[in-house]
């Protein structure tokens, strides 16, 4: 056991994180030069927009005039590509953001298409879809509104079926068609935004009325554009995800086509105020900085997502993306064919956390989930994804979904230690 640096390691697992830093080496390259590109696309929206620390102002009550708000708004639009923008603290998560959108596009009698396959789980009861028992607990769904739901599934190789998607917008001329960015909790590939872009020009050619959504989560700054550069009328997201770079302390966004933000902000707030009101409360300082950090921090995930894929395909497990690959997203999958590997692999993994390194990861009933979920996630702010932390559902084939690292060195120290503790634990053979 190496005892020199501040956490206790295995020899054999150290020589292989040396291997594994020299195969990450290349892909690091790329991702500066990605990451250098969006920082200064980043600092160049605030120089346009005047940034000052009159922004920074809190309002209260109704927050009418809020300069700050409604500059952050643009700043963001410009950044992601697109007409207009709405980034809120009051927004609670990502699935928030997207249950805005789609209530705020969508009205009864529309149809739902979604084209990457079955959305991640937390939308299921948004969507109105039956639970493992084949019962329905609308409670305001969509379905319950009198909105249809379709699907396409995705070709056997886990990719979007272009023919399939085709003839399905065709048939049903959706109101709305749904692209979901990352993996969510499966092992398909994340989409890029050029992948995006093919969906789009499909449905285009055959329903060019239809709004195309992306669910933008874990994929901002991954990349030097954003699906709104390829199309997309309307992106949502969380800020405790990518955009918010780790400061933010919770937010999300939509942004896209400035007629289809309106309705989205009308149904945000309510009809005839939409944007114009919600107070910031002090909180536009936190949104501003993490928007600026995100660039870098996001480079910083991603390198702790290709050390990671690295290092556990040297210890003979079956990773994807693999180190090498393009990224489209922040997540890592990692297949650890048993549930007390996957156990253990979380909780290593918070043994490196900042915060509450001393809590051992258990197994839980989630909300909005069917099986239980194990989360190892010791972040400054509770559920950041943009923070190192790993979290699965306790189902085949027993994948650790990792995310995140504010910085790769302290991202790095955390995957060596989900290793380590499944050397300990006996379900890791070197």
């Not at 990451?35 to 346009?48: C, M, R």
């Amino acid at each position: 056991m190496n005892h020199s640096a501040f956490f206790p390691v295995d020899d054999r697992l150290l020589a292989l994180s040396e291997q594994a830093m020299e195969q990450a080496s290349p892909t690091f390259a790329r991702i500066d030069r990605v990451t250098e590109y969006n920082q200064q696309k980043v600092l160049a929206a605030f120089i346009d927009h005047r940034v000052s620390e009159s922004h920074f102002a809190p309002t209260t009550g109704y927050g009418y005039g809020d300069r700050g708000r409604d500059t952050l708004d643009a700043i963001f639009a410009q950044v992601m590509g697109a007409e207009d923008a709405l980034v809120r603290h009051s927004i609670v998560s990502g699935t928030h953001a997207i249950t805005i959108a789609l209530f705020g596009v969508l009205r009864p009698g529309d149809t739902m298409l979604a084209v990457t396959g079955a959305p991640y789980d937390t939308l299921e009861k948004v969507i109105g879809l039956p639970d493992s028992e084949g019962k329905h607990t609308d409670m305001g769904s969509l379905r319950d509104y009198g909105v249809r739901y379709e699907q396409v599934a995705l070709d056997g190789c886990g990719r979007p079926d272009l023919p399939a998607i085709r003839a399905a917008a065709a048939a049903k001329k959706p109101r709305l068609v749904h692209i979901q960015r990352s993996r969510g909790y499966s092992l398909r590939p994340s989409l890029s935004v050029g992948q995006i872009g093919e969906i789009i020009r499909t449905v285009r050619e055959v329903s060019p009325e239809s709004v195309v959504f992306v669910d933008n989560c874990y994929g901002e700054f991954v990349e030097e554009t954003e699906p709104a550069a390829v199309g997309a009328d309307l992106m949502a997201g969380s800020l405790i995800k990518n955009p918010g770079g780790g400061i933010a302390e919770n937010g999300g966004y939509i942004c896209g086509r400035a007629d289809l933000v309106e309705q989205c902000a009308y149904r945000m707030t309510t009809p005839g105020l939409g944007r114009e009101v919600g107070a910031s409360l002090g909180h536009n300082r936190t949104l501003y900085m993490g928007l600026f950090h995100a660039p870098h921090v996001v480079g910083e995930a991603l390198k702790t997502a290709v050390y990671c894929a690295a290092l556990f395909s040297l210890l003979g497990y079956e990773v994807t993306p693999c180190a090498q690959e393009p990224r489209a997203d922040i997540i890592q999958a990692v297949k650890l064919r048993t549930p007390e590997a996957l156990i253990a692999f979380c909780q290593g993994m918070q043994r490196g956390a900042p915060v509450d390194s001393f809590v051992v990861p258990e197994p839980w009933d989630m909300p909005g989930y069917e099986n239980q979920v194990i989360m190892a996630a010791g972040a400054f702010t509770m559920g950041a994804s943009i923070e190192l932390s790993a979290d699965a559902p306790l189902r085949e084939p027993y994948a650790a979904y990792m995310q995140g690292g504010l910085n790769f060195h302290s991202g790095k120290t955390g995957v060596l230690l989900a290793a380590q503790a499944m050397l300990e634990k006996g379900v890791l053979s070197l």
